[in-house]
């Protein structure tokens, strides 16, 4: 039987999505492999945890393509971002947390990629007028990960409905965010 590396890593997705504290045991028996198959494929949990960040660094890259940020109102762009990031929330929110375990060098380059293009269009509505010029497009950046992070969460515990996410998210975003006319 040949692994499929890609549903394990899924598999390992889904659960520390959910249980962030989860072991390397509680990871195979959620992917259907034994412990020791697992530990062939991924030495331990900071291998698996490195192979789940360039995962979310593809998933997010891919819908970063899908919203297509550099069609249309900054606004509209935000809501698509929002609505094809969704079903990477939960894996996103975990590596955000997992990954300030690692410092320094350690660092993997993705996530620099990531935070310019995203920055790169929290700017592009900045200099068109529909974002407010006093908060920084990293610190938006930063507040739309967040965001993300706690709907994520809020959906995987039930105190949201899975459909209300983009637009909970798109709307707190855009109320701290849009540009009023005074400015």
Do not use: C
């Not at 929002?82 to 060098?105: C, K, M, R, W, Y």
């Amino acid at each position: 039987m040949t692994l499929d590396r890609e549903q394990v890593l899924r598999s390992a997705a889904a659960l520390l999505s959910r249980k962030a504290t989860a072991t390397m045991d509680e990871v195979a028996r959620a992917a259907g492999i034994g412990r020791a198959t697992l530990h062939r494929h991924f030495a331990g949990r900071d291998a698996l945890v490195r192979a789940l960040e360039n995962l979310g660094i593809q998933e997010f890259e891919a819908a970063l393509d899908a919203a297509a940020l550099d069609e249309g109102s900054a606004e509209e762009g935000l809501r698509r971002l929002v609505i094809a990031v969704e079903p990477a929330a939960g894996l996103l929110s975990f590596l955000v947390t997992e990954n300030q375990l690692f410092e320094g060098d350690d660092l993997n380059e993705g996530w620099d990629r990531l935070d310019a293009r995203v920055a790169a269009f929290f700017r592009r509505g900045q200099e068109s007028g529909e974002f407010r010029i006093d908060l920084t497009p990293a610190w938006l950046t930063e507040a739309l990960y967040a965001l993300i992070g706690a709907g994520a969460w809020a959906v995987q515990v039930g105190r949201v409905a899975g459909q209300d996410f983009p637009h909970m998210i798109a709307e707190l975003l855009l109320g701290g965010a849009r540009r009023s006319v005074e400015q």
